[in-house]
């Protein structure tokens, strides 16, 4: 099973993943970790990754192709994936679609967990990230960690990003609505769309899920 995991900022994609890959033992393609990971790196490609990052600027359609080319060739294509902050763009979207298909695979389900912006800012302006391991967390959500402003996964210092300071909020989710969500279209006229309330509780969301999935 290929699964995409599409929603607004802030509407739970890392969590409702980690839950999905758990059950059903999907690799976990995470967009947004990866590029972070990148940017710490010491050199001029980093640089410019962490400075659109910043601004809150979509990193170029054909970098992002080649590392999910990169992952999907080194990870059990037998597993199936889960594709968390990519594709953002419907070029991305049949860029994936073309990469799947050199394996005779396709993409099942696209989920889209659907919040308001308003309670997508109400989120963000919450979220922290462990400035070690990059687990992250919300102090505005049930994802809070266990002490505050300590990673509960590792113990060191929790921070905010520079990508959820409200001007790149903004930013992030007027590119959002005017590239992501044209892939929600394409999704439903394929007939894999599934569209779930991401303002209930966790579990509520991943039962649902679950349950549509079947």
């Known amino acids: 099973m290929n699964i995409i995991l599409l929603g607004p900022q802030g509407s739970g994609k890392g969590t ?4 999905l890959v758990q059950k ?20 001029e490609r980093a640089r410019e990754i962490k400075v659109m990052m ?7 359609d054909e970098f992002m192709r080649l590392i999910a080319w990169d992952f999907i060739n080194k990870n059990d294509q037998n597993k199936g994936y889960l594709f968390d902050g990519y594709p ?39 979220r922290v990230v462990c400035a070690k391991c990059g687990e992250i967390y919300n ?14 996964k590792c113990g060191s210092t929790l921070e905010r990003r520079d990508d959820d300071l409200p001007e790149a909020v903004k930013r ?24 779930v309330d991401g303002e209930r509780p966790i579990e509520t969301v991943f039962e649902d899920i679950v349950e549509q999935l079947k």
């Not at 409702?16 to 839950?19: D, K, S, T, V």
């Not at 991305?92 to 997508?120: C, H, P, T, W």
């Not at 992030?172 to 769309?193: F, V």
């Open 16 to 19: 409702q993943a980690g839950l």
């Open 24 to 43: 059903y033992g999907l690799n976990w393609f995470e967009g947004g970790k990866i590029l972070r990971s990148i940017a710490r790196s010491d050199n």
């Open 54 to 60: 910043k601004r809150g600027e979509l990193i170029p």
């Open 88 to 126: 953002r763009g419907v070029s991305q979207y049949e860029a994936l679609v073309d990469m799947l298909k050199r394996f005779g695979k396709g993409i099942d389900r696209v989920i889209y967990l659907n919040i308001s912006e308003d309670e997508s800012v109400r989120r963000l302006s919450g």
């Open 139 to 152: 102090l505005n959500t049930e994802d809070k960690p266990r002490e505050d402003m300590k990673c509960s």
């Open 172 to 195: 992030r989710l007027e590119l959002y609505h005017q590239r992501t969500g044209p892939i929600l279209e394409r999704a439903g006229k394929d007939g894999i769309l599934l569209e």
